[in-house]
């Protein structure tokens, strides 16, 4: 995954290079100083971790609507597996996009009801570690100059093997 930073708060493209060649442009909110929302998709999901989050989909074929094709040759039937998986992991998905909305709550110190943290299921610490990596990947993101980027590549577990996204 490569992030741009721009220099004001248009919309942000990441480029998305997956383990089989293919390339898509994934557009999003953020942009200027703040951390733009699908990096904090990945820094929460690499925090916890979560191998069904929004990048464990896309790594594995789901192509999602803000997603465009850039290069490299499809496999066959992708578009039927994307949709599959869309409606496999739709409650690790939503529960991916909770958990980045607290830990981002969290790390810009604003109020966060208890059910929130209690209701996610993750235990406080490792919530507390995830806080604490978006606050470093905020500043680290701040201190980017514009124009530059931020190239992620990572990998997740997932029934015992490792997976490199």
Do not use: N
Request: charged share 30%; proline share 5%; with cysteine.
């Amino acid at each position: 995954m490569t992030f741009q930073r721009m220099a004001d708060r248009r919309p942000v493209d990441t480029l998305v290079e997956r383990d089989d060649g293919v390339v898509f442009a994934m557009r999003g909110a953020g942009g200027g100083a703040d951390l733009p929302h699908d990096l904090v998709h990945a820094v929460v999901e690499t925090a916890l971790p979560l191998a069904d989050g929004v990048w464990g989909c896309v790594a594995d074929g789901v192509v999602w609507g803000s997603m465009r094709h850039v290069s490299g040759r499809r496999p066959p039937h992708s578009a039927e597996r994307s949709d599959r998986l869309k409606r496999e992991r739709v409650e690790a998905v939503q529960h991916a996009e909770h958990l980045a909305h607290v830990v981002g709550r969290l790390a810009r110190d604003e109020e966060v009801l208890p059910g929130e943290i209690a209701g996610s299921g993750v235990p406080a610490e490792r919530i507390e570690a995830a806080v604490t990596a978006v606050r470093d990947a905020t500043r680290r993101w701040a201190a980017l100059p514009v124009g530059e980027e931020w190239v992620i590549e990572w990998t997740t577990s997932r029934g015992g093997g490792r997976r490199r996204r």
